[in-house]
């Protein structure tokens, strides 16, 4: 008897110490988490924030990339503010992020990653969001299009993840391949010129054809030069019309007004 209940007391310990060590580890992996859901305009309830928290640091976790949602009563520059966010959601280490910040305010929007998360959040993935908060934005609801959000990123992050979807890359990103190919392309075409020049130092340079004439093959009775034509190369004047820049990868910014 005596030994059936130590083996009930070492199992029951056992057991506690298995939930002990579950808790720590669960504690250990949300201290890892960031505040996802920052509602500095007080537009949510308690119940709308709490549950946009969870979703967001679940979705965060399962897919191992930040998804985060934040109101701002004001701001100099929406994209400025939002990139701010997700460059400090970005120190956790996850495979990139993307911040949906809102100001009801202002009404304006941005929707901006990171660069991570294999390329996934590229503009035509941002444009994709933005279509489908934007009319949830333009009707007040702004739980609402924050939980469009969170849904619609964990449903790219998914079906990208799975290989059901792959996003076209942008004219940008198209040219700078474009653009690095023909460096690469440049820069070997000289290393074989330059090698097959190497090849050629017997060939020196002569002032006359002298060498190339038989003794007495030739003779010249007398001299006279013509002249046959002309060619004349115009070069037009380059003008300035300005600069212009634009910044490219999967990570930026797509922003607008509701």
Do not use: W
């Amino acid at each position: 008897m005596k030994i059936f209940k130590t083996k009930r007391f070492f199992a029951l310990l056992l057991a506690l110490l298995m939930i002990s060590a579950s808790v720590v580890i669960v504690s250990a992996a949300e201290d890892n988490i960031p505040n996802l859901c920052i509602d500095n305009e007080g537009i949510l309830s308690y119940d709308e924030y709490e549950y946009l928290n969870s979703t967001l640091t679940e979705i965060s976790l399962r897919q191992n990339c930040n998804v985060a949602v934040i109101t701002e009563h004001s701001f100099d520059d929406v994209e400025d503010c939002a990139e701010n966010y997700a460059a400090s959601y970005d120190k956790t280490g996850r495979d990139g992020s993307i911040v949906l910040l809102v100001s009801a305010k202002e009404r304006k929007y941005s929707i901006t990653s990171t660069d991570g998360v294999g390329g996934v959040f590229n503009t035509d993935a941002r444009e994709e969001i933005e279509s489908v908060i934007l009319p949830y934005l333009k009707s007040d609801d702004f739980y609402g299009a924050m939980k469009a959000f969170a849904s619609e990123c964990d449903s790219i992050l998914t079906s990208f993840g799975s290989g059901e979807r792959v996003y076209k890359k942008s004219f940008v990103d198209i040219m700078i391949e474009i653009g690095i190919a023909l460096v690469i392309g440049i820069v070997l075409a000289f290393i074989v010129v330059f090698i097959m020049r190497g090849q050629l130092k017997s060939v020196k340079f002569q002032p006359s054809a002298s060498n190339y004439l038989k003794d007495g093959s030739f003779r010249l009775d007398f001299q006279k030069d013509i002249f046959l034509y002309r060619t004349v190369t115009r070069t037009a004047r380059p003008k300035d019309n300005g600069s212009s820049s634009s910044r490219s990868g999967s990570g930026g910014s797509t922003s607008g007004s509701f």
